[in-house]
């Protein structure tokens, strides 16, 4: 039903800046809130930022707030990660999400998009 595909992972060093995007499919992506997620190996998967789908409305895990900027491009089906000051426990496969229910949780999840930072 709803398709997601991230994009612009790579390998940065420390301090460095990547942007991510994450292309939707299918449904209405202006009436989805969207989230981006990170797993490392051995951990659980950790939530990064959510922005709403009604005022745009952000939120950011306390670990990237002030470095991270999610946004969205509801005109390209199209949600951001800019990521700047990028440090080694950065590291992680990058997931985007979508929740289509409003509340229900994340119903569509993207395969990843590895971002690795090198000190």
């Known amino acids: 039903q709803v398709q997601l595909v991230e994009s612009g992972g790579g390998l940065v060093q420390a301090g460095g800046s990547l942007r991510l995007s994450c292309a939707a499919s299918?449904?209405?992506?202006?009436?989805?809130?969207m989230g981006w997620f990170r797993q490392t190996p051995g951990k659980e998967r950790e939530f990064i930022a959510a922005?709403?789908?009604?005022?745009?409305?952000?939120y950011y895990a306390d670990a990237v707030t002030g470095r991270f900027t999610i946004s969205r491009d509801n005109s390209k089906n199209t949600v951001y990660l800019q990521m700047n000051s990028l440090k080694p426990e950065d590291t992680a496969v990058y997931y985007c999400?979508?929740?289509?229910?409003?509340?229900?949780?994340?119903?569509?999840w993207g395969q990843g998009t590895q971002v690795s930072v090198s000190a």
């Open positions: 999400a979508a929740d289509v229910k409003h509340g229900s949780g994340y119903d569509y």
């Open positions: 922005i709403t789908w009604s005022d745009d409305s952000t």
């Open positions: 299918g449904g209405t992506f202006s009436s989805y809130n």
